[in-house]
């Protein structure tokens, strides 16, 4: 990205011109959409690559867009000398593009060769050959408005059916102030048709700039075979790239040391998983046979191309920079995943453990550092499920698809090795699915236990409470009960004192009646003596005497059964 990539204004750019004059042929890495990428390019240059395109860029939104800068644009200390492909209609804004690349790039190139019809409808491309005029216009700006003079400027066209008009807009473009022309031996129209290797010595000999030859060179030696055909002073190659990228090199087939360097750059650049599988997909194409293709081809992750790789061809993982690309990180998240599983189990164990009481558990939780950990407990929960239940997903369906290629009869066919394969792709998809799932359960256990125990702990603590409340209310009964029975024996013994006074004092009083009444009745019988001759006369008076007698009688006997009542009261 461009913003990634300053540090490059400091590194001395080189003039691609001087490749053209240095005495051999130019061996070039064409533009390739999606593939010629840096990683690509940081790659062919470790097989005797000598210049490299980038992906074809529409310039207007390069120019007008930053987030498409970018993304398109991508390059770093390394990555020279580097020319950029740019499809455009206007020279102004071929200009202003130009003056962006220029800090970080060697040159500019023009496409005037994509035949694709949606390039075509815009004004771009291929139908540029039918306008030399626009296309000189469009050199001739770059050219005044770039003061960098070491600064190529290209253009990489197709033929016409008359080639007249094709050598007149290649003359045209050499007057104007073009680096080089790169010539597709095929028409518009063309498509997989031979190419006019004929057609690219014609332009050749009538130009005076490097020309170079492009279309259907698969090997070295169709390089060397092009250069004796056409002349060229360089020549471009797409498909045998990407099929062979150690071509230039001399390698018939794609070396295993490339396909390990590809995996180091592309982990290292963090390539994404398409464009990092299809190029091996590629560079697999020759050494691989239809059975294997099947099941390469439908591996869906980095880390099972990684297995595969090791498994089949003994690559090794990728070391040299930490968590460098996808594969790096799926070992690391089910390792956390097994890590998170054992944790949860021997966490489950301590908090089971019979001699540590849930109120001790309460106590250790109500230590500060818990307390801290406490308020992010429900978001680290919350995150951690989804994360699990994810991969558990993510899990599921490798399980399914694995299952489904292991039971498909057509997996009869498939080597020993690519069956091999998948049969460990499907344990690790199962282990991966029943470390997730225990995890998950577990999580949710753990969650569980931990409720519970807080639960149970708050129970036990308010039992303890109660208790002591209880036996409190018990002892201040205890108390209170010895304190009345306290009061009540004082209370009895007040009241005995007080029944003895009062019978004494009843049967002192008795015994004055007594004496009062044995008085009276001397002095009656002696009344009564002397009255006896008075008997009638006072008969009546003997009458009310007699019965205030009995009266007194039964006054005295209740005096005296009294006076017994107290006796044997107080003889109790």
């Known amino acids: 990205m461009i913003g990634d990539i300053v540090e490059t204004k400091k590194c001395q750019l080189k003039d691609p011109m001087d490749l053209f004059h240095s005495g051999h042929v130019v061996k070039i890495c064409a533009p390739m959409v999606r593939y010629s990428k840096l990683a690509f390019r940081t790659l062919v240059r470790k097989y005797s690559c000598d210049l490299c395109y980038t992906p074809m860029i529409v310039a207007a939104d390069f120019v007008r867009s930053a987030k498409a800068r970018d993304s398109e644009f991508t390059t770093n200390r390394g990555d020279h000398p580097l020319i950029v492909q740019f499809a455009a209609k206007e020279a102004q804004v071929l200009c202003d593009a130009a003056c962006i690349v220029c800090p970080f790039a060697d040159g500019i190139d023009l496409n005037c060769g994509c035949p694709q019809r949606w390039a075509m409808a815009e004004g771009y491309g291929a139908c540029l050959i039918n306008k030399p005029e626009l296309v000189r216009d469009m050199v001739r700006h770059v050219r005044n408005q770039v003061n960098n003079p070491r600064f190529s400027v290209s253009i990489k066209i197709r033929i016409h059916e008359d080639l007249k008009r094709t050598v007149d807009l290649c003359q045209k473009a050499e007057a104007t102030g073009v680096s080089w022309i790169t010539v597709h031996g095929r ?183 818990w307390s801290k950990v406490a308020v992010f407990w429900n978001k680290m929960f919350l995150t951690i499920i989804v994360l699990l239940i994810v991969l558990f997903l993510d899990a599921v369906r490798e399980v399914k698809k694995y299952s489904a290629v292991h039971v498909n009869e057509k997996a009869a066919n498939i080597n020993t090795n690519a069956f091999d394969h998948i049969q460990m792709k499907l344990f690790r998809s199962q282990r991966n699915l029943y470390l997730s799932g225990f995890s998950l359960f577990l999580w949710l256990v753990l969650r569980r236990t931990v409720t519970l125990l807080t639960q149970l702990a708050k129970g036990m603590a308010s039992h303890a409470a109660l208790e002591t409340q209880v036996n409190d209310a018990t002892e201040a009964a205890k108390k209170y009960l010895a304190e009345n029975e306290r009061l009540q024996e004082a209370l009895s013994e007040k009241g005995s004192s007080k029944k003895k006074d009062s019978a004494e004092a009843t049967d002192e009083k008795l015994k004055k009646e007594i004496e009062h009444l044995k008085a009276e009745l001397q002095k009656t019988s002696n009344a009564l003596h002397k009255a006896n001759n008075e008997v009638t006369a006072v008969k009546k008076q003997s009458e009310g005497l007699k019965r205030e007698y009995d009266r007194l009688m039964k006054e005295y006997e209740r005096l005296q059964d009294s006076l017994n009542e107290a006796e044997d009261k107080k003889d109790l």
Not at 283 to 304: D, G, H, P, W, Y
């Open 187 to 369: 028409s518009v129209e063309e498509r997989h048709q031979p190419v006019h290797y004929d057609a690219i010595k014609i332009i050749k000999q009538s130009m005076s700039i490097p020309v170079v030859a492009n279309g259907d060179i698969k090997t070295l030696k169709d390089a060397e075979n092009v250069h004796h055909l056409t002349g060229a002073d360089g020549i471009m190659v797409a498909r045998g790239l990407l099929a062979n990228p150690a071509m230039f090199a001399g390698y018939e087939e794609t070396p295993l040391k490339c396909i390990q360097d590809w995996v180091d750059i592309a982990l290292e650049h963090g390539t994404p998983f398409t464009c990092f599988h299809h190029h091996l997909m590629y560079m697999m194409e020759r050494i691989t046979s239809k059975q294997e293709k099947k099941v390469f081809n439908v591996l869906s992750s980095t880390s099972a191309v990684l297995d595969y790789l090791s498994d089949h061809y003994a690559a090794r993982r990728h070391q040299a920079q930490p968590g460098a690309g996808l594969a790096g990180t799926m070992t690391f998240q089910w390792t956390a995943v097994a890590t998170i599983l054992y944790g949860e189990i021997a966490v489950i164990l301590v908090l089971c453990l019979p001699f540590i009481s849930p109120l001790r558990w309460q106590k250790i939780f109500m230590i500060p550092l």
